[in-house]
């Protein structure tokens, strides 16, 4: 007998290999632990408080990363509040599994049924990757080959041609030992000139300039926001209530706003601490916020994870499309675990 606990042997976590859909950059995540599940769970007091634990449970349950992200501050610069979805969904799958019963209300006013149906996360999956560098092209991959039917063919095309060009190349060395046709050569690099990519910007340093609708000189620089962005805005603003939650996500997509007077006799007014920034947005016209939030999801929000299913009412026969919020199943589970 003994009174001494070393860590059980025999113990092994599952771990699930996930790439950010945004950065495109590859994490081992393994299962949570009671101890790790009970911590969240008493994290939930305030959304500040929530958010700041999830990221640093994350963070711990992190089997594999890459080179580059050593510290805990490189994890929250490099990833964005988009990656971390895929996170939490590789955390949420090993640590409560696959299979979720969802209570599905018919839309159908004339209906309005409920019905109770099993799905599994992993068919549900759907992602759109940034498309900035070459893991992109593995996470594109990954997500293919669970879903088949989301195939994007200007994506299979840009693979495919990269594919051929690392077959060429291959080809051309062995030629060169054979001494290569000059045509053979012109050909292979005329085909290398054709894939050139444009070079696409890496999602973190990306910013786009908004010039606002009501004033020519008023410019809102946007960019998509990391989890260090995140937690800078919840120690500066520790918003808990529900309206104070939805400025703060609208104002984290902004970097800056800018007043500019073209004119040598003023220097322009950049505002960029989240305090300041919030009392500017304020004072916006209302009917700016569209462009604003188009912008965003046209050049950021677009690219992320999804799960999504279509759903067929048994009832009735209407159609719907169901879909899950990942972070917040996640945190359901965890009150009920
Ligand atoms: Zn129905």
Redesign the pocket.
Known sequence: MSSVFRGFKSLKYPVFTVITPQTGLQFDVRGLNVSEVDKLKHSMVTPSKATEILNRTIWESLDGKPEHITKYEDFLKNVTTVDREALVYASYVTTFGDKRDLVIE?R?PR?A?SDKTTVLLSKMFNIVPYPNSSSFKTSYKMASSIDKTNNDPSLDNIINREEMVVNNTKKNKVKFVEEPKSEDIESVNKNEKEIEEPVIEDIISKRIEIQLPSSDQIYIILKQPTLYDLERMNRTLPFNKTEEIAIASEILMIDRIEERYNTSKQIDMVLDAPEVIIEAYNTLPAGDRQIIYTTFNEEFGKYGMSLKSDWV?K??G?KDTIEVDITSYFFRMVMQS
Do not use: A, D, P
């Open positions: 018919c159908n209906c049924k009412c009832n009735c209407e």
